[in-house]
């Protein structure tokens, strides 16, 4: 069965902190990895990965994938109350009757 | 069900018909959402279904695209005419309460292919 696991599923950490989240999974055919942030309406999409390696960065944030181990992490840096959201992770399907999985999501939380 | 059920899975048409897709949210929640997510593309806010509340329809792309929630719980995503510009992969995900305010769940969509 193709699967998303997200951890840890909750985090409090301070202004400031670095925080690394975890993505792994178990799928066929994959085709991408996608990172979004939960927001009102619709999630914010941050990253696609699609290859073994290659960091993506965007400000505080940055992700890479591991196709060997199968797993994905997003860093924040300096984190900031803003920051505080669920991240979800999900993984795109080349083929198949799949489209997409979503992982549970890792609810943040950033106090000041 | 355990989760958010979407069919079906994939949807061959042909450029000109109309499709319909489906979407079970989880039993007790009072928001459901569709949003569209083009080959690797973020995912766009298509409409927004709360309790009894008119819908918030402000992301349809056209008016060839109309949705219904029928009883507070099942949905029905309807495209007319459909062009290849549809092709996308089409999610629902259901919320208890206001999405980015407790967790969404989203089910596993539904691949649109028009030829």
């Known amino acids: 069965e193709d699967k998303v696991v997200q951890s840890p599923l909750s985090l409090v950490v301070h202004e400031g902190d670095t925080v690394t989240l975890n993505c792994s999974y178990e799928v066929t055919n994959f085709r991408s990895l996608l990172w979004y942030k939960q927001e009102k309406k619709a999630p914010t999409f941050l990253f696609m990965l699609t290859s073994s390696g290659i960091e993506k960065k965007s400000g505080r944030l940055s992700s890479i994938l591991d196709k060997k181990e199968l797993f994905s992490i997003l860093n924040i840096t300096a984190t900031q109350t803003g920051d505080s959201a669920v991240y979800l992770c999900?993984?795109?399907?080349?083929?198949?009757?799949?489209?997409?999985?979503f992982g549970k999501g890792t609810r943040l939380s950033v106090i000041a | 069900g355990a989760g958010v059920s979407q069919s079906p899975s994939n949807k061959v048409t042909e450029k000109g018909k109309d499709v319909e897709l489906r979407c079970d949210p989880i039993?007790?929640?009072?928001?459901l959402y569709w949003y569209r997510q083009s080959l690797g593309q973020g995912l766009e806010f298509l409409i927004y279904f709360q309790g009894n509340s008119a819908p918030d329809k402000s992301g349809l792309p056209s008016d060839r695209f109309s949705a219904e929630r029928t009883g507070g719980s099942v949905s029905t995503l309807t495209i007319q005419r459909t062009q290849q510009e549809d092709s996308a992969v089409y999610l629902c995900?259901?919320?208890?309460?206001?999405?980015?305010?407790?967790?969404?769940?989203f089910g596993q969509g539904t691949r649109l292919t028009v030829v």
């Open positions: 999900a993984v795109e399907f080349a083929s198949g009757n799949t489209p997409l999985v």
């Open positions: 039993s007790g929640h009072t928001a």
């Open positions: 995900a259901s919320t208890l309460a206001y999405f980015g305010e407790t967790e969404a769940f």
